[in-house]
């Protein structure tokens, strides 16, 4: 029994509907010819086996021509009165006049698409052989859109009968209203929508000890005379410094006081001379929000794509990647910082390194307009994805420890692309394109230069 056949079974036991002797061939090929027609296999054999009768089906034997236009006519009255009230346009029709121009616009180019049959209702076939899917013009809620209501009569036949609708699925793209061309691909890329932030508990604060220096040498770490410096920090807490030998050696304190940070509560920043003009009362004072919730570093980088992309391309230059090796950082740090500037290491009272920039109210990146809550939602999304942490600051450079750098090119690209959306020097005046950042992002030393 065919598709069409078995759908004229269903309607017949459910008897809603009367059920009249199936067009012959003549009269099919009447109907093709008197309305340029060209009817679905599953539609003709569906007619042949038998003509419902009543409201919502078109009487193709007895009904005159207006009515019958009408009927075939629906589909595009439906979609252009969407256009009407504003509850449709496609991509493909371009950019939208508005008024008349678009209600004219979308008449011209429903015009040029192939024409349907109406099978019940607002429920219609493609013309000619291949998808058996029935569609409907709806309203889903978000806008006019031609769906499919079945996969083929059957089913249409089982959800006018009440009966189970064995499935929705449809073979082709939707008539009138196809499915837009997917956007180039570029798969190494993860532009937006972007990875969602981490949903964690705000971080907790520890108090520090009222004499750091002391409570670190009874740790076992043992730093030289400690400076305190008031009202310097954003949240006007004091913070502490101690100089350090460059290189090995400050690298070697900033890890041992690291160590102590879940008990102390002071995080470890090595800082340059010239760090001092871009912080405290020389800095940004900026609210730098504590609680995790305030921060959206997905819909940040969203509004960055948007803008960095609105007029020109993001520098691609495809090469090799090789994450096989990545180094130490140590070592890569001290290579960095290769004229010893890096001489001061500070110890801020702050429940996570994320804040700290915000809370030294550091303005380094302030002409890209990157401030203490920008960093604050980059940073703490970093932290959760590649376990980074800050290590030092210079006025125009950040740097960060990363404990699980990006090993594969895509998981670098995207990286590379919210690097470059943080800081668009990192590509623009270092790299040069996102490829090469990528290769350098697969190492655990990040540093980022905002000119």
Request: proline share 10%.
């Amino acid at each position: 029994m065919t598709v069409g056949a078995r759908a004229v079974d269903i309607l017949a036991e459910h008897g809603q509907w009367r059920i009249e002797p199936g067009l012959t061939e003549a009269e099919l090929a009447a109907l093709e010819s008197r309305f340029s027609l060209w009817l679905n296999e599953d539609h003709r054999d569906f007619l042949s086996a038998g003509l419902p009768v009543g409201d919502g089906w078109p009487d193709w034997r007895n009904a005159d021509d207006v009515t019958l236009r009408a009927h075939i006519g629906r589909p595009v009255r439906e979609l252009l009165h969407a256009v009407r009230t504003g509850g449709l346009w496609h991509p493909a029709w371009g950019d939208n006049p508005g008024g008349d121009a678009a209600l004219k616009l979308a008449s011209a180019k429903l015009a040029e698409e192939p024409r349907v049959v109406p099978v019940y209702g607002v429920t219609f076939l493609k013309q000619g052989p291949g998808d058996p899917t029935v569609w409907a013009v709806q309203d889903g809620g978000r806008g006019v859109t031609v769906t499919a209501v079945a996969a083929d009569l059957i089913g249409l036949a089982q959800l006018l009968t009440g009966r189970p609708v064995t499935s929705r699925s449809s073979v082709g793209d939707p008539p009138f209203v196809p499915a837009p061309p997917p956007a180039p691909e570029v798969p190494e890329l993860a532009a937006p929508p972007f990875a969602p932030d981490p949903v964690d508990a705000p971080p907790a604060a520890v108090a520090p000890p009222r004499d750091p220096g002391a409570a670190l040498a009874a740790a076992g770490v043992v730093l030289g005379e400690m400076q305190r410096h008031d009202d310097l920090l954003a949240h006007r807490a004091p913070m502490w410094t101690v100089p350090v030998p460059p290189g090995v050696p400050a690298v070697e304190a900033w890890l041992a006081v690291r160590a102590r940070f879940p008990v102390t509560g002071l995080w470890p920043v090595l800082l340059t001379d010239m760090a001092w003009h871009r912080i405290g009362m020389d800095g940004v004072a900026d609210e730098t929000p504590v609680l995790a919730a305030e921060l959206d570093g997905a819909r940040w980088l969203e509004h960055e794509f948007e803008i960095r992309t609105a007029d020109y391309e993001i520098p691609r230059h495809p090469s090799g990647f090789d994450a096989d090796d990545p180094g130490d950082w140590r070592r890569q740090f001290a290579d960095f910082d290769s004229r010893g500037e890096y001489t001061r290491l500070a110890l801020i009272p702050t429940p996570a390194d994320w804040l700290v920039p915000g809370l030294l109210q550091w303005s380094g990146a302030i002409n890209s307009g990157v401030l203490g809550a920008e960093h604050a939602a980059i940073l703490r999304r970093w932290s959760a994805h590649y376990g980074t942490e800050v290590l030092a600051l210079d006025d125009e450079s950040l740097v960060l420890v990363v404990d699980q750098p990006p090993r594969s090119l895509r998981d670098a690209l995207t990286a590379a692309l919210e690097a470059y959306l943080y800081c668009d020097d990192a590509v623009n005046t270092e790299a040069g394109s996102l490829d090469a950042l990528a290769r350098m992002l697969a190492r655990p030393l990040w540093v980022f230069w905002w000119d």
